[in-house]
């Protein structure tokens, strides 16, 4: 609130000196600085010039007469309320600002960065609006100002309890110390909501900030950030702003070996697993919590909003600071309650066995060092590694063993996007693999397209299992091979994507349950047994051949040439 009076009264000043007239930068340093000395510093002007550019009360121009400066002209004066008014953010609006800050950052910097600053100021902004309408209930109640001070600030009218140096525009009130403030914020933040140690306060801002570069960088962020106010934003579109910094790195994290999911493989995944109102859904390996996150908007699309709050969601994940961005990612999209742990899922899991409906995963393909004596030092691995173990150069069917062991007797289902070469490799896995398909648990093998995945150009595949399969399912595994379902990716040239109509088609041909030539076919398993359990899905379906397209044109001209020469020869 003193921020927003400290802009009125000097934007009332610049009014009073030059009205609507056109003006220089130096020139409203001057005006300030007759009044104000030197304690109005270059800072302190680029934040109300940014503030009052937000608002739309300020308008920049290019000087005519030297194209690198800048015209300044108010707009007419408003009330305090509209100065910080904000017209309603559009998804387009939020990526044009991530946009700005990948820019800002390129490589030199961590998007780390970016994910909390977005999230702070999230946090910030709406802790503000609702600080201020309980504040104006509790004098409506006949409270006192510093009663309703104190009555304003109790968390619970808060997702989160913020103290005053938590707050977006007293952190940069000073820009020469916007490392320190950054640090002191987040810090008391995760103390006060026990929730968020770990998730906010892993970055160190005085660390970033020790060169000039960096704390150009920093300062430019937050001015980028505090153009817009994100407190009326929804959870979908700030959600989609969150997974676009996420996307947009890809590419580079995937060498650093970050696995990141397109979401139209999420999307394909859930959709043929449809997770349902009340059911419990488990990640071993949830990355960003792009699997939890699909499938929780999922119910909320097909069953409605109130029937997905009744979704139990479950994640693990070994690296902490993946484990941030999906807590985080988690909070943004507004859920809550969602349990996420931290942990090596293969060695030390954190959930019961056994628990849980739904388990959807996208492990780290052919992962190393996992092999029987390796298991064997974690917990549980009798009643989870049973049909045996992986050798040291793949951990995949470790992970899909694992997955089945928690899903619950009965109804369970497991899907995983996996490696192809599970499905054919010899040795441990394949002896893994007999024994996996002997208990009928393969409901569904997919062959995905290739080039889908930031860190791999093979095409993957997605294994569908059940604990127990329907009736008219017992003794059947459906094979869909899906190779030439995908469209060229709109945004990274060397990749495929996945429309709307290659994930119907794939999703409902899964829940068919038939066959379809060229496309899709249910085996027995005694064919399964004839071809040495070999589940390449090439082996039993072949994708149909394209039809060579047909020029009419070209067609029609060269028919007439030909009859032309017809009728000549005849004459």
């Not at 970016?114 to 609006?129: A, P, T």
């Not at 093998?445 to 604990?467: C, D, H, S």
Request: glycine share 6%; hydrophobic share 40%.
């Amino acid at each position: 609130m003193e921020t927003q009076r400290w802009v009125l009264s000097r934007y009332e000043r610049l009014w009073s000196i030059f009205g609507d007239r056109r003006f220089t930068r130096d020139e409203a340093l001057e005006a300030f600085r007759r009044v104000e000395g030197d304690a109005f510093s270059e800072d302190s002007l680029n934040v109300l010039l940014s503030e009052l550019r937000r608002a739309g009360l300020l308008v920049v121009e290019a000087d005519v007469l030297d194209a690198r400066k800048k015209i300044y002209m108010l707009k007419a004066p408003k009330k305090l309320r509209e100065l910080v008014a904000e017209r309603d953010l559009t998804r387009a609006d939020l990526e044009a600002l991530m946009k700005r800050a990948a820019d800002l950052i390129r490589t030199r910097v961590d998007y780390e960065f970016i994910l909390i600053l977005l999230f702070l100021k999230r946090v910030s902004d709406k802790w503000v609006v609702e600080y201020k309408q309980a504040y104006e209930e509790a004098l409506a109640d006949g409270l006192s100002p510093e009663e309703a001070d104190k009555e304003a600030r109790s968390a619970v009218y808060h997702d989160f309890v913020l103290t005053d140096e938590c707050l977006w525009d007293n952190i940069r009130r000073d820009p020469t110390r916007l490392a320190e403030s950054f640090s002191l914020a987040l810090k008391v933040l995760a103390e006060k909501n026990p929730e968020l140690q770990g998730v906010v306060d892993r970055a160190d801002f005085i660390r970033f900030a020790e060169s000039r570069e960096n704390l150009e960088i920093l300062r430019q962020l937050v001015e980028l950030f505090s153009e817009k106010r994100l407190y009326e934003v929804s959870p979908d579109i700030l959600g989609d702003a969150y997974e676009w910094v996420l996307r947009y790195f890809a590419p580079e994290k995937a060498k650093e070996g970050e696995i990141y999911t397109p979401r139209e493989v999420i999307r394909l995944l859930v959709e043929m697993l449809d997770p349902k109102p009340g059911e419990k859904i488990y990640d071993p390996c949830c990355g960003s919590g792009g699997m939890l996150i699909v499938s929780y908007k999922h119910v909320e699309e097909v069953y409605g909003k109130d029937r997905a709050k009744e979704l139990f969601l479950y994640g693990q994940e070994a690296n902490p600071k993946i484990r941030a961005y999906c807590k985080m990612n988690m909070y943004i999209h507004d859920i809550r309650d969602a349990d996420i742990q931290l942990g090596d899922t293969l060695l030390y899991p954190k959930h019961p066995l056994g628990f849980a409906d739904l388990v959807l995963a996208n492990p780290p393909w052919n992962q190393d060092g996992y092999d029987e004596d390796v298991l064997k030092r974690g917990e549980l691995w009798r009643q989870r590694y049973v049909y045996g173990f992986t050798s040291t150069q793949s951990a995949d069917w470790a992970w899909i063993q694992h997955m089945l062991a928690m899903a619950k007797d009965g109804g369970g289902r497991v899907g995983i996007v996996i490696d192809n070469g599970c499905l054919f490799r010899g040795g441990k896995e394949g002896d893994i693999r007999r024994k996996v398909v002997e208990a009928d648990l393969v409901d569904c093998v997919l062959l995905l397209p290739e080039k889908l995945f930031y860190n791999t150009g093979a095409p993957g595949a997605i294994i569908v299992l059940r604990r127990s399969k329907p009736a008219d399912r017992k003794g059947k595994i459906l094979f869909i091979n899906a190779s030439n379902e995908y469209i060229k990716h709109p945004t990274v040239r060397k990749l495929n994507s996945l429309s709307d109509e290659n994930i119907r088609r794939i999703a409902e041909a899964y829940k068919n349950f038939r066959d379809v030539e060229g496309f899709a076919k249910v085996v027995s398993l005694e064919e399964v047994r004839a071809n040495n359990y070999n589940l390449n899905v090439t082996l039993y379906v072949m994708p149909a051949e394209k039809g060579e397209e047909i020029d009419v044109f070209k067609e029609f001209e060269e028919l007439k040439a030909l009859e032309r020469e017809r009728a000549e020869t005849m004459a």
